[in-house]
């Protein structure tokens, strides 16, 4: 069966997966899936272990396995016929990834340590539910408090764009920085399904900002590539944005121009630029048009039907053209450079927050080592900051607490203040090494030493 053949068995309308080893149709399931059909297409054509195991820590084992047997596929001319994306994109990509099975060992019922770690975060979440009167599936999404926070946020927001629109000077610093702040605090949550427990809300507010990323975009690189492999060479797409230019894990290849990223001004012009030419359009172009159908050559995209496609080009080209033109022919009165101003200042200024907030508790010193065990992978690859500091958990939308929203992505992070606790004194107990910086400084700092040494030639390149 040729490659191209090998993409059409995992053609839109067809939901296989392969999840520890075993295949699966869950076609038939799609519109049953109680966390909704968004989220479970995330597995169609891909090993879904990962996905899997990470996104139901609060659900019945026993529920989950015989949900999924159901599905299996018993065919074993069928079988014979699968390979997961991951495996045709390693054929076809020629790059030394691992293989994806390979990446983590899934023993019965979790390691010592998962085991405890769920277990009290379990717990943790139960007592909270019987003290709030609800389910636990209610108790892990945005509490009343957080929507208050949200609807307070909202005003700055709005506020801002008003005068954004009139041209107000000011407003071209206010206005991207209250919209990331808004942003950062629901967005994020949604997109992992931890704002609200009901699938159709969380699907509609990642809709709501499609400035930031088309959500369908973002869910390939951020849920599936990067949340189910974080720091993993060839397999995290966060690690292989620009590789031409910057150079963010040892594994990968070291070119002329990584010598340079370490210097501040370039640092500045990547972080500025990253939003509006990255996500909002390079993304685009890396995951439909570059031939291969991969993310930054890490996460295989499962192709769109024609019209699904049509339609996701022209919402992105609106997007753009809103966004980006809307001072031409909103601000009429104006001259040349203010529209320049308006179109250019918001957009970087917003890219700037993003990126300070999305790179430093990802990339230092301390976050390259792996694991086998899922659990302490996604914490010895986290830096966190500020855990204390009311400002920084909101400035970062709960991004500074990142080892806990990667070990319980579908959790909103109003709560992730309150199970730190548990994780830090279970890594300490099992001796597991947790990244922890004082704040935004210190946490710059230590991004700049990895910048720095991933800058060095290295002698097997
Ligand atoms: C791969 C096969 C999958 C199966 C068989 C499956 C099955 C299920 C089942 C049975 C539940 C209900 C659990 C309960 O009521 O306690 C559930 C809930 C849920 N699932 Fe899945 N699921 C799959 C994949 C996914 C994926 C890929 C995602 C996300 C990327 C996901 C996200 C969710 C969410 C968010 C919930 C609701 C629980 C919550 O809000 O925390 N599922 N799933």
Redesign the pocket.
């Known amino acids: 069966m040729s490659t191209t053949n090998l993409r059409n068995v995992h053609s839109p309308g067809t939901l296989i997966?392969r999840?520890h080893g075993v295949w699966y149709d869950?076609t038939p399931?799609l519109n049953k899936?109680?966390?909704?059909a968004k989220?479970?297409s995330?597995?169609a054509g891909r090993d879904?272990t990962v996905?899997?195991e990470s996104?139901?820590q609060?659900?019945?084992k026993s529920?989950?396995r015989s949900?999924?047997n159901q599905y299996r596929i018993t065919d074993q001319k069928m079988i014979n016929n699968l390979k997961t994306l991951e495996e045709i994109d390693s054929d076809t990509l020629g790059h030394n990834a691992e293989k994806v099975e390979d990446l983590f060992e899934w023993p019965e019922g979790g390691s010592e340590f998962a085991k405890e770690l769920v277990t009290s975060v379990r717990n943790y979440f139960a007592n909270e539910a019987k003290r709030r009167k609800m389910t636990m599936?209610e108790a892990?999404k945005a509490t009343p408090m957080k929507k208050l926070e949200l609807l307070l946020l909202c005003v700055p927001f709005m506020i801002s764009f008003i005068y954004l629109l009139q041209a107000s000077f000011i407003s071209l610093f206010t206005f991207p920085i209250f919209t990331w702040l808004f942003i950062a605090n629901v967005f994020h949550d949604a997109s992992h399904?931890g704002f609200s427990?009901k699938?159709w809300i969380n699907v509609g507010v990642s809709y709501l900002f499609p400035y930031f990323s088309s959500p369908s975009t973002w869910a390939v690189q951020h849920?599936v590539g990067h949340h189910s492999y974080p720091n993993i060479a060839h397999r995290d797409p966060d690690v292989a944005h620009t590789k031409d230019f910057r150079r963010d894990h040892p594994e990968m290849k070291w070119k002329n121009p990584h010598e340079f990223q370490a210097n501040w001004l370039n640092l500045g012009i990547h972080w500025l630029m990253s939003i509006t030419f990255g996500l909002c359009i390079a993304n685009e172009y890396e995951a439909y048009f570059k031939g291969c159908l991969s993310y930054n050559d890490a996460v295989p995209v499962v192709p769109f039907s024609k019209m699904r496609l049509l339609a996701h080009l022209a919402s992105r080209f609106f997007t753009a053209v809103v966004v980006l033109l809307w001072p031409f022919y909103v601000l009429q009165e104006a001259n040349f450079i203010t529209k320049l101003a308006f179109t250019i200042i918001p957009s970087f200024i917003f890219s700037f927050c993003f990126m300070v907030n999305t790179q430093i508790n990802h990339l230092s010193p301390d976050t390259i080592n792996k694991s086998k065990d899922w659990y302490v992978h996604q914490i010895i690859t986290a830096q966190n900051f500020g855990e204390q500091s009311y400002l920084h958990y909101l400035f970062s939308g709960g991004l500074n607490m990142q080892a806990e929203h990667h070990l319980f992505p579908?959790v909103n992070h109003c709560h992730l203040r309150y199970i730190q606790p548990i994780v830090k004194e279970l890594c300490i107990k099992h001796g597991i090494q947790y990244n922890m910086a004082s704040g935004y400084i210190e946490c710059v700092k230590k991004y700049m030493t990895h910048t720095k040494n991933m800058a060095k030639q290295v002698k097997s390149d």
Not at 33 to 36: I, K, M, N, T, V
């Open positions: 997966t999840i869950l399931f899936h109680p966390g909704g989220a479970l995330l597995v879904g996905l899997f996104q139901h609060f659900s019945s529920l989950m949900t999924l599936k892990i399904y427990s699938p849920i579908t």
